[in-house]
Structure formats: structure tokens, C-alpha cells
């Protein structure tokens, strides 16, 4: 039986590929443990510098397994309150690890992103979707309300009123929509989505460890802050960053007129 989550390396980039195709590789019971698992041991791994999230097959994630859920329904009302609340904080402990991580994830997205496929999306600090992808935020259709972290995130990503419409109506909408209200950063063909997302993913592990880090957690912790605090943090982090070899590097490659070399001093 194939792992509902795979786990590759390239060099210090790894790929999380979400490997249940024959159901859209809706989200199940090991899928979550995977991601839960995973992305706490990535975060530990100082050789990783970019992390990627994929599906196999032709779709992203078209959401939880709906039998998964169905298998629920002989349980009493307040038995199943409890028993999805439980799963529900798995899920929730992977989408924490991804928002704390220190790498930077990318979510490289195709067909369907519903449902949890698109919180998933949202908690990524980067999104490049194939022309080819659709996005609805389907809870709605079976009842219920978003999980993930799509009513934190998507308000931040896309405004509170757009955010509002997808929880409400969940109707679907494409590339040229999710790329015009700030959902992904770029949008390419199909044939060229796993080129371009490995393209982001080397400039991203070939910079400054450190600085894109910080940089990532500064743009992470600023909604939560006053200017004075984002400052004071900005300062700290500026100053951290200019202690190190890479601050070093950049300086004299820049005197020098020829390419940083990041992670070499």
C-alpha cells in the first residue's frame, strides 16, 4: 500500500507530495499523521532550506475524504463532536508546524484546491498554481464551517469581504481570479508548474539562511504587533543577520560585482 504522504530531497529542497490520486488526494487519517510528522522533522533539519507541497496525479486536494466523514455518521452526535474535534487537532498541529517552521513552503498546486486543499494552500508562504487548478473553499457544501486555518489566513491574504464570500457561497474560481485577489504569487502552464516551482524553490535555498528565516517570521508575527514592536523586531533581526557569514559574503560579493555565494563562508 503507497504512503498517503511522500517525503523527497533535492539537494536542500524537499517536496511533501500529497500521494492519494485515486481520490484527489483528499485528506485522510494518514495523510494528516504524515503531514503532522513530517513537517515537525523538516522544521528540525538546518540542511533543509525550502520545503515544497505538491500532489500526485492531476490534482492538488479536493478536500477531506467524505468517507472518512461518512464513517462518522453512525456515531452518536456528541460521540462524533469529540472524536472530529480530536482528528481536527492533528490537522491543526501540522498547519502550526508549517506557519512556524523556519524554511519558507510552497505550495505548487494543479486541478483541484478544495476545501482543507485550500487552507493548506493559504498556511504555504508562496503558491504557484498550473493554469489548469480551480479553488473553493467547500465546507460549506457538507455543512460545516473551514478548518486549516483559512478564516486566519484568508482574510490576511485576499480582505476580510472576499474571505467572507468564499466561507459563504463557496463557489469555485480559477487561476486568473485567485492570482488577481493575492491567493497565489504565479501562475504558469500546466507542463511547466514543477520546473517553475524548482526554479523558486533553488533561489530560495541558495540565499542566506538566516536572513530568509527572520524574514519569513517578521511578515509572519506583523499583524500581532504595533509599528514600535515590528521595528524593535526589525532591528534585532537586522543586526543578528549582520553578525553572520552570510552578511559578510553578501557585502564583499557586492563590492566584487559577482554572484553571493551563501552558506560558503
Not at 486536494?61 to 474535534?85: C, V
Not at 457561497?169 to 492570482?179: G, P, S, V, Y
Not at 504595533?226 to 560579493?253: K, V, W, Y
Request: net charge neutral.
Amino acid at each position: 500500500m503507497n504512503a498517503p504522504l511522500l517525503l523527497s530531497r533535492a539537494g536542500a529542497v524537499a517536496t511533501l507530495t500529497l500521494n492519494r490520486a485515486e481520490s484527489l488526494n483528499a485528506l485522510d487519517l494518514g495523510m494528516i499523521d504524515g503531514l503532522v510528522e513530517h513537517t515537525a522533522a523538516l522544521a528540525a533539519d538546518a540542511s533543509v532550506r525550502c520545503v515544497i507541497v505538491n500532489g500526485a496525479g492531476k490534482h492538488f486536494m479536493a478536500g477531506g475524504d467524505i468517507h472518512m466523514f461518512a464513517s462518522e455518521l453512525s456515531l452518536a452526535p456528541e460521540e462524533r463532536r469529540k472524536h472530529l474535534a480530536g482528528i481536527i487537532a492533528r490537522v491543526h498541529a501540522a498547519i502550526e508546524g508549517i506557519h512556524r517552521m523556519p524554511q519558507p513552503v510552497i505550495a505548487s498546486v494543479q486541478g483541484a484546491v478544495a476545501g482543507f486543499g485550500l487552507s493548506l494552500l493559504a498556511a504555504c508562504d508562496l503558491a504557484i498554481a498550473a493554469d489548469d487548478a480551480y479553488f473553493t473553499l467547500a465546507y460549506r457544501h457538507i455543512g460545516t464551517t473551514p478548518d486549516g486555518g483559512s478564516t486566519w489566513t484568508l482574510p490576511r491574504l485576499v480582505g476580510t469581504r472576499r474571505a467572507m464570500e468564499m466561507v459563504l457561497l463557496a463557489q469555485r474560481f480559477d487561476t486568473a481570479e485567485a492570482l488577481r485577489i493575492g491567493l497565489v504569487n504565479r501562475v504558469v502552464v500546466a507542463a511547466e508548474l514543477a520546473a517553475s516551482t524548482a526554479a523558486i524553490a533553488e533561489a530560495i535555498a541558495s540565499g542566506p539562511a538566516l536572513a530568509i528565516a527572520n524574514g519569513k517570521r517578521l511578515i509572519n508575527q506583523s499583524s500581532t504587533r504595533s509599528l514600535s514592536e515590528q521595528l524593535a523586531a526589525e532591528a534585532a533581526s537586522f543586526s543578528a543577520c549582520a553578525a553572520s557569514g552570510d552578511f559578510a559574503e553578501g557585502i564583499r560579493a557586492f563590492l566584487e560585482k559577482r554572484p553571493a555565494r551563501f552558506g560558503s563562508s
